[in-house]
């Protein structure tokens, strides 16, 4: 998954209210995170 996709499926999380930024180490720290949830969370 490019950088632009995963920052596009972070968004997309966050704005569903999924995950709320609290830092600034969530691109840090939750990107393996977020590629584990792809297989849960409805894309479309």
């Not at 600034?24 to 720290?29: D, I």
Request: charged content about 30%.
């Amino acid at each position: 998954m490019a950088n632009q996709q995963k920052q596009s499926f972070i968004h997309r999380l966050l704005d569903r209210g999924i995950y709320r930024l609290k830092d600034k180490q969530l691109y840090e720290c939750t990107i393996e995170e977020l590629q584990a949830l792809m297989g849960q969370v409805d894309m479309k």
